[in-house]
Protein backbone atom coordinates (compact mmCIF):
# COMPACT_ATOMS: atom_id res chain seq x y z
CA UNK A 1 0.00 0.00 0.00
CA UNK A 2 1.67 3.46 -0.61
CA UNK A 3 2.26 5.91 1.89
CA UNK A 4 -0.55 8.44 0.43
CA UNK A 5 -3.29 6.59 1.09
CA UNK A 6 -1.90 6.13 4.76
CA UNK A 7 -0.90 9.94 4.51
CA UNK A 8 -4.74 11.32 4.18
CA UNK A 9 -5.83 9.54 7.28
CA UNK A 10 -2.73 11.04 9.03
CA UNK A 11 -2.56 14.75 8.02
CA UNK A 12 -0.79 15.56 11.59
CA UNK A 13 2.62 14.20 9.46
CA UNK A 14 3.22 16.89 8.21
CA UNK A 15 2.11 19.42 10.62
CA UNK A 16 0.54 19.16 14.35
CA UNK A 17 -1.91 22.30 13.03
CA UNK A 18 -3.60 19.10 10.83
CA UNK A 19 -5.39 18.69 14.30
CA UNK A 20 -6.99 21.59 14.34
CA UNK A 21 -8.68 20.97 11.61
CA UNK A 22 -9.97 17.11 12.02
CA UNK A 23 -13.74 17.23 12.47
CA UNK A 24 -13.87 15.38 15.81
CA UNK A 25 -10.92 16.89 17.44
CA UNK A 26 -13.22 20.49 16.38
CA UNK A 27 -16.79 19.34 18.03
CA UNK A 28 -14.66 18.69 20.61
CA UNK A 29 -13.04 21.92 21.00
CA UNK A 30 -16.65 23.85 20.44
CA UNK A 31 -18.38 22.12 22.85
CA UNK A 32 -20.00 23.99 26.07
CA UNK A 33 -18.62 21.61 28.02
CA UNK A 34 -15.66 19.10 28.23
CA UNK A 35 -16.72 15.63 29.29
CA UNK A 36 -13.79 12.54 29.39
CA UNK A 37 -14.75 9.16 28.46
CA UNK A 38 -14.20 6.78 31.42
CA UNK A 39 -12.81 4.74 29.01
CA UNK A 40 -9.91 7.56 28.03
CA UNK A 41 -8.85 7.71 31.19
CA UNK A 42 -7.79 3.66 31.56
CA UNK A 43 -5.68 3.39 27.90
CA UNK A 44 -2.23 3.62 29.05
CA UNK A 45 -0.52 4.70 26.05
CA UNK A 46 3.07 4.22 27.95
CA UNK A 47 2.60 0.34 28.05
CA UNK A 48 2.92 -1.88 25.25
CA UNK A 49 -1.17 -3.32 25.09
CA UNK A 50 -3.64 -4.00 22.78
CA UNK A 51 -6.46 -2.31 23.65
CA UNK A 52 -10.16 -2.95 22.21
CA UNK A 53 -12.96 -0.67 22.78
CA UNK A 54 -16.07 -1.53 20.82
CA UNK A 55 -20.01 -0.03 21.85
CA UNK A 56 -22.65 1.26 19.81
CA UNK A 57 -22.88 3.83 16.96
CA UNK A 58 -22.23 7.34 17.83
CA UNK A 59 -20.83 7.15 21.50
CA UNK A 60 -17.50 8.71 20.99
CA UNK A 61 -15.21 5.92 20.01
CA UNK A 62 -13.82 7.80 17.18
CA UNK A 63 -13.66 11.16 19.39
CA UNK A 64 -11.88 9.08 22.13
CA UNK A 65 -8.85 7.81 19.90
CA UNK A 66 -8.39 11.62 18.39
CA UNK A 67 -7.69 12.92 21.64
CA UNK A 68 -5.51 10.57 22.70
CA UNK A 69 -3.72 11.01 19.19
CA UNK A 70 -4.15 15.06 19.98
CA UNK A 71 -2.63 14.31 23.75
CA UNK A 72 0.56 12.24 22.25
CA UNK A 73 1.27 15.41 20.00
CA UNK A 74 1.11 18.25 21.98
CA UNK A 75 1.11 17.32 25.59
CA UNK A 76 3.98 14.38 25.55
CA UNK A 77 5.19 15.81 22.42
CA UNK A 78 5.62 12.52 20.57
CA UNK A 79 6.86 12.92 16.88
CA UNK A 80 3.41 12.71 14.86
CA UNK A 81 4.91 10.18 12.17
CA UNK A 82 4.87 7.49 15.02
CA UNK A 83 1.49 7.93 14.84
CA UNK A 84 -1.29 5.51 12.76
CA UNK A 85 -4.70 6.21 12.46
CA UNK A 86 -6.63 4.01 10.16
CA UNK A 87 -10.52 4.25 9.45
CA UNK A 88 -11.53 0.80 7.67
CA UNK A 89 -14.56 2.35 6.88
CA UNK A 90 -13.15 5.26 4.78
CA UNK A 91 -10.13 3.08 3.52
CA UNK A 92 -11.99 0.20 1.61
CA UNK A 93 -9.77 -2.37 2.35
CA UNK A 94 -11.11 -5.99 0.98
CA UNK A 95 -9.41 -8.57 2.90
CA UNK A 96 -6.48 -9.21 5.49
CA UNK A 97 -3.78 -9.46 3.45
CA UNK A 98 -4.91 -5.24 1.97
CA UNK A 99 -4.61 -4.63 5.64
CA UNK A 100 -1.07 -6.28 6.57
CA UNK A 101 0.38 -4.73 3.77
CA UNK A 102 -0.40 -1.20 5.02
CA UNK A 103 0.75 -1.17 8.28
CA UNK A 104 3.95 -3.29 7.18
CA UNK A 105 4.31 -0.22 4.60
CA UNK A 106 3.65 2.13 7.10
CA UNK A 107 6.27 0.65 9.77
CA UNK A 108 9.10 0.37 7.56
CA UNK A 109 8.53 4.07 6.96
CA UNK A 110 8.03 5.36 10.33
CA UNK A 111 11.09 3.46 10.78
CA UNK A 112 13.06 5.34 8.65
CA UNK A 113 12.05 8.81 9.36
CA UNK A 114 10.95 9.07 13.13
CA UNK A 115 13.00 10.78 15.68
CA UNK A 116 12.06 8.89 18.57
CA UNK A 117 12.36 4.88 16.97
CA UNK A 118 11.30 3.51 20.28
CA UNK A 119 7.66 3.23 19.95
CA UNK A 120 4.95 3.37 17.37
CA UNK A 121 1.61 4.29 18.34
CA UNK A 122 -1.12 2.40 16.12
CA UNK A 123 -4.78 3.26 16.21
CA UNK A 124 -7.43 1.11 13.98
CA UNK A 125 -10.76 2.53 13.71
CA UNK A 126 -14.03 0.85 12.56
CA UNK A 127 -11.98 -2.71 12.43
CA UNK A 128 -14.75 -4.96 11.42
CA UNK A 129 -15.36 -3.30 7.77
CA UNK A 130 -13.05 -5.46 6.93
CA UNK A 131 -14.01 -9.29 6.99
CA UNK A 132 -11.13 -11.50 9.12
CA UNK A 133 -9.99 -8.41 10.99
CA UNK A 134 -9.63 -10.70 13.87
CA UNK A 135 -8.01 -13.13 11.74
CA UNK A 136 -4.98 -10.53 10.67
CA UNK A 137 -4.88 -9.41 14.13
CA UNK A 138 -3.73 -13.17 15.84
CA UNK A 139 -1.67 -13.30 12.23
CA UNK A 140 0.80 -10.45 12.43
CA UNK A 141 1.28 -11.23 16.72
CA UNK A 142 2.65 -14.63 16.01
CA UNK A 143 4.22 -13.85 12.42
CA UNK A 144 6.39 -11.58 14.43
CA UNK A 145 5.18 -8.49 12.32
CA UNK A 146 5.07 -6.41 15.13
CA UNK A 147 7.87 -7.35 16.76
CA UNK A 148 9.40 -4.77 14.05
CA UNK A 149 7.56 -1.76 15.41
CA UNK A 150 7.76 -3.08 19.67
CA UNK A 151 7.46 -1.51 22.16
CA UNK A 152 4.10 -1.17 19.91
CA UNK A 153 0.51 0.40 21.63
CA UNK A 154 -1.99 -0.87 19.32
CA UNK A 155 -5.83 0.21 19.87
CA UNK A 156 -8.80 -0.96 17.95
CA UNK A 157 -11.74 0.40 17.65
CA UNK A 158 -15.06 -1.31 16.63
Not at 47 to 52: C, E, G, W
Not at 107 to 123: E, H, T
Request: with cysteine.
Amino acid sequence: MELDRLREQNRWWDGEDALDADFHLRAVAEAPFAIAHPAERRIDLTRDRVYILRGPRQVGKTTILKKLIKRLITSKRVDPRSILYFAFDIAGLRDAAEVKDGVVSYINWARSVCLDKNRLWIFLDEVTYTPDWAVWIKSVYNLGILHGCLPCCLLLFF
